[in-house]
C-alpha cells in the first residue's frame, strides 16, 4: 500500500512539473514572438483600434480604394473615386462634366455652397488645398485627364440641377468661379510627370503619403459673369 501511495505521490509531482513546463514553454514562446514580431501583441479583439495609414473603419484602405478606381478615359471616370475624395466641408456637389471632344481632356466639377463659404473658397488660397490635393489624384489616376476644374456656384438654397436647364450649369445659383488645375501646373508640384505616380499600387501609396508636403501654389479664380 505504501508503495503504490509512493508512486502515486510521484506520478502526480510528475504531472504538476509537466504543467509548469508548457506554462513556461508558452509564456516564453509568447514572448519571443513579441520580440520578433512586435505587431503580435496588438492581436485579437483589439485589431479594430489599429489605425495603419489611409485606413478608415468606414471606408477602409483608402489607398487601396483609390487605386482600384485607376481608368485609362476620362470618359468613363469611376463615380466611386468622386465618392472616395473629401471635399471642403463648405461644399456640396451638383453636377459634373466630362470633356472629351477634344484634347486636353478633362474633368469639371460643379458644387454649391452657401455666400460665406463662397468668398472664403474665393478669397483665402489655404482653403482650396484639399481641392488641389484631389486635383492631382484624379490626374494621375484617370490616365487621359490632363485638367481638373472646380466651379463653385452660391445660393441661400441647394442647387438641385433637376431645377434648371441641363445644358447650362452656369445659370444656377448665383454667382459663381472656377478653379483649373492642368497637368503642366501638376508635374510643376509634385517635381515630375504627375502620370507617373501611379504605375503601381506602391508608387500611389507613396505618392498619397507626399501629397501633406507638397508646396501647392494657388491658380488664379475664374469668375464667371
Not at 500500500?1 to 504538476?16: A, E, S, Y
Not at 513579441?34 to 496588438?42: A, E, F, K, T
Not at 501633406?212 to 491658380?219: G, I, M
Amino acid at each position: 500500500m505504501q508503495k503504490k501511495k509512493k508512486w502515486l505521490l510521484i506520478l502526480l509531482v510528475c504531472v504538476l512539473v509537466a504543467g509548469l513546463c508548457l506554462a513556461a514553454g508558452a509564456l516564453g514562446m509568447r514572448y519571443l514572438n513579441r520580440q520578433l514580431h512586435p505587431g503580435l501583441q496588438y492581436l485579437g479583439s483589439g485589431v479594430n483600434n489599429i489605425s495603419p495609414p489611409y485606413l478608415n473603419n468606414q471606408q477602409g484602405d483608402i489607398a487601396q480604394r483609390l487605386w482600384a478606381q485607376k481608368h485609362p478615359y476620362i470618359g468613363r471616370v469611376p463615380s466611386d473615386l468622386l465618392q472616395l475624395l473629401t471635399k471642403p466641408k463648405e461644399l456640396y456637389y451638383f453636377a459634373t462634366q466630362q470633356h472629351t471632344k477634344e484634347e486636353p481632356y478633362g474633368l469639371q466639377l460643379w458644387y454649391g455652397t452657401d455666400k460665406a463659404g463662397y468668398q472664403a473658397l474665393l478669397t483665402d488660397p489655404d482653403r482650396q488645398k484639399l481641392l488641389q490635393k484631389n486635383a492631382l489624384i484624379i490626374m494621375a489616376l484617370i490616365d487621359n485627364c490632363d485638367f481638373v476644374q472646380y466651379s463653385i456656384k452660391w445660393d441661400d438654397v441647394p442647387i438641385d440641377y433637376m431645377n434648371y436647364d441641363h445644358s447650362d450649369f452656369e445659370r444656377m445659383g448665383r454667382d459663381g468661379f472656377t478653379l483649373t488645375y492642368d497637368k503642366a501646373w501638376a508635374d510643376t508640384a509634385i517635381g515630375g510627370d504627375i502620370k507617373a505616380v501611379a504605375k503601381s499600387e506602391e508608387e500611389f501609396r507613396a505618392f498619397l503619403n507626399t501629397l501633406d508636403q507638397l508646396e501647392l501654389s494657388p491658380v488664379e479664380p475664374e469668375v464667371m459673369e
